[in-house]
C-alpha cells in the first residue's frame, strides 16, 4: 500500500522516502466493504479518497429515484465531489464501494495542513485535478457527440480495466444507457 502511494506521488513530484513517512501520517487507511456508502448525498464533503485497492462508484439518484453513475475509481485513481469538498458544502452525491475497497482518506483541513509543510503536493494535487477534468470532457464529448453504440464501445476500448471489473448495469448507468441495451450491444457485438 505504502510503496503503491508513493510511487503514485513520484510520477508527478520528486519526494523521498522520509518525507513520504510523515505525508503518510496526514491519511487514514480504511477498508470499505463491496456496496458500503462512504458518502450521501445531503453531508458535508470533507473527504477525499484514494483508492488503494478496489473500486468506488460516485452516483445520484435523479428525481424519478433512478440511481445515475457518473464517476469511477480504481486503483490510483481519487475520488470525492471537488466542487462541494473545495468549497465544504454539502455534496448531492454519494460514493459506494463497488468491490471491497481499501482508501486512504484525508480530510481537507489535514490536505491544507498537507499541502503547508509540503508545497510540492501542490503540483501533484493540480495534476491529478487536471486529469479528472480532463476525463468529465472527453465523458462529455461522447455522450454529445456518438451513437449510444459508439459511446459504449469507445468506453470499454479506452477504459478496459473498468469494463472488465464494473458490473454492466453500473457501466449502462455511468454511459446512461439501460442494462438491456448494453447486453444487447454485447450480443451484437459477439455475433
Known amino acids: 500500500m505504502a510503496t503503491q502511494f508513493f510511487d503514485h506521488i513520484n510520477m508527478f513530484v520528486n519526494i523521498d522516502e522520509k518525507d513520504f ?10 477498508s470499505v466493504n463491496k456496496k458500503e456508502i462512504i458518502v450521501k448525498a445531503g453531508d458535508l464533503c470533507n473527504f477525499n479518497h484514494f483508492v488503494v485497492d478496489g473500486c468506488l462508484q ?3 439518484i435523479n428525481d424519478k429515484g433512478t440511481e445515475r453513475t457518473i464517476q469511477f475509481a480504481i ?9 462541494a469538498y473545495h468549497n465544504q458544502s454539502i455534496t448531492d452525491f454519494y460514493i459506494q464501494a463497488v468491490e471491497n475497497t481499501k482508501i ?3 480530510s481537507y483541513d489535514k490536505q491544507e495542513e498537507l499541502l503547508n509543510e509540503f508545497p510540492k503536493l501542490e503540483k501533484y494535487f493540480r495534476v491529478i485535478y487536471q486529469i479528472s477534468y480532463g476525463a ?3 465523458k462529455m464529448k461522447y455522450l454529445l457527440d456518438l451513437s449510444k ?5 469507445q468506453f470499454t476500448e479506452h477504459f478496459p480495466k473498468f469494463a472488465q471489473r464494473v458490473p454492466q448495469y453500473l457501466i449502462a448507468s455511468f454511459l446512461g444507457l439501460t442494462p438491456e441495451y448494453v447486453s ?3 450480443n451484437k457485438k459477439r455475433s
Open 21 to 30: 513517512q510523515r505525508i503518510l501520517t496526514f491519511f487514514d487507511l480504511r
Open 58 to 60: 460516485m452516483f445520484y
Open 75 to 83: 486503483e490510483n485513481w481519487w475520488m470525492t465531489d471537488f466542487l
Open 104 to 106: 486512504l482518506s484525508i
Open 136 to 138: 468529465s470532457l472527453i
Open 149 to 153: 453504440e459508439e459511446i459504449y464501445f
Open 184 to 186: 444487447e450491444i454485447r
